[in-house]
């Protein structure tokens, strides 16, 4: 696939997800029929896109599975307001200087330890958990390195914000996760796994972070313009 043939998929995978939140936040909150109706038929023009992305006609024939999907999973007023899933993220370093990376067990990739937020645990919290859980590692986090938005950054065809901690090791030893990983283990900056993801935007600031530095947080700067032109706007 071409650079701009991808640009143009992110680009729609950007459009349906907005599009389809919109739609399912209206129908959270609107108990107008004729309003449900609209928003019914917005989300019917998004899972049309997201079906425009899918390279083969099996999966372009899912049009209508997407859109019930979608609407199980409307809830009523606040609850049903929909925003980007959260995503919890771990640059967690040892005394030697090294990374901690876990392979995932489909795709074979390598990462840093990785996860969704929990209900009921505060973000620095589910670093914490996550990776105890994946690598049997105890992490004390230090800093947030940056907020990232999945979508924008390639990641995801939905909504996602990743919080990117840097954390301490301070104890436990590495025992992979049977299940959630296919492996774990230290590496060095000039060692890493052939198959890591994303090292081009994080590699520097994560070994920054583990050799002692302070970092400011980063987060994607708005783009111009972020959406529609301002002068276009209805």
């Given at each position: 696939?071409?650079?701009?043939?991808?640009?143009?998929?992110?680009?729609?995978?950007?459009?349906?997800?907005?599009?389809?939140?919109?739609?399912?936040?209206?129908?959270?909150?609107?108990?107008?029929?004729?309003?449900?109706?609209?928003?019914?038929?917005?989300?019917?023009?998004?899972?049309?896109?997201?079906?425009?992305?899918?390279?083969?006609?099996?999966?372009?024939?899912?049009?209508?599975?997407?859109?019930?999907?979608?609407?199980?999973?409307?809830?009523?007023?606040?609850?049903?307001?929909?925003?980007?899933?959260?995503?919890?993220?771990?640059?967690?370093?040892?005394?030697?200087?090294?990374?901690?990376?876990?392979?995932?067990?489909?795709?074979?990739?390598?990462?840093?330890?990785?996860?969704?937020?929990?209900?009921?645990?505060?973000?620095?919290?589910?670093?914490?958990?996550?990776v105890k859980e994946e690598t049997g590692?105890?992490?004390?986090?230090?800093?947030?390195?940056?907020?990232?938005?999945?979508?924008?950054?390639?990641?995801?065809?939905?909504?996602?914000?990743?919080?990117?901690?840097?954390?301490?090791?301070?104890?436990?030893?590495?025992?992979?996760?049977?299940?959630?990983?296919?492996?774990?283990?230290?590496?060095?900056?000039?060692?890493?796994?052939?198959?890591?993801?994303?090292?081009?935007?994080?590699?520097?600031?994560?070994?920054?972070?583990?050799?002692?530095?302070?970092?400011?947080?980063?987060f994607d700067v708005p783009r111009i313009?972020?959406?529609?032109?301002?002068?276009?706007?209805?």
């Amino acid at each position: 696939m071409s650079t701009e043939s991808a640009a143009i998929d992110a680009q729609l995978a950007r459009w349906s997800e907005t599009l389809s939140a919109i739609a399912r936040t209206g129908l959270a909150f609107t108990q107008n029929l004729y309003e449900r109706e609209r928003y019914e038929e917005v989300l019917h023009v998004a899972a049309d896109i997201k079906a425009s992305l899918e390279e083969t006609k099996e999966l372009r024939r899912e049009q209508r599975h997407f859109v019930q999907e979608w609407m199980d999973n409307i809830g009523e007023g606040i609850p049903g307001y929909v925003t980007p899933k959260v995503a919890v993220g771990a640059i967690v370093g040892n005394e030697a200087g090294e990374i901690l990376l876990v392979k995932r067990p489909v795709s074979g990739v390598w990462l840093y330890p990785t996860g969704w937020a929990d209900v009921g645990y505060s973000a620095a919290e589910v670093v914490v958990k996550e990776v105890k859980e994946e690598t049997g590692i105890d992490a004390e986090p230090v800093q947030l390195l940056g907020v990232v938005d999945g979508m924008r950054m390639g990641f995801t065809k939905f909504g996602m914000y990743l919080l990117l901690f840097h954390c301490r090791a301070i104890g436990g030893e590495i025992t992979p996760h049977p299940l959630e990983t296919d492996g774990c283990g230290w590496f060095t900056r000039t060692n890493l796994p052939t198959a890591t993801a994303g090292v081009g935007w994080w590699k520097d600031r994560a070994f920054a972070a583990i050799n002692g530095e302070r970092c400011i947080a980063t987060f994607d700067v708005p783009r111009i313009p972020m959406w529609r032109d301002s002068s276009n706007a209805r």
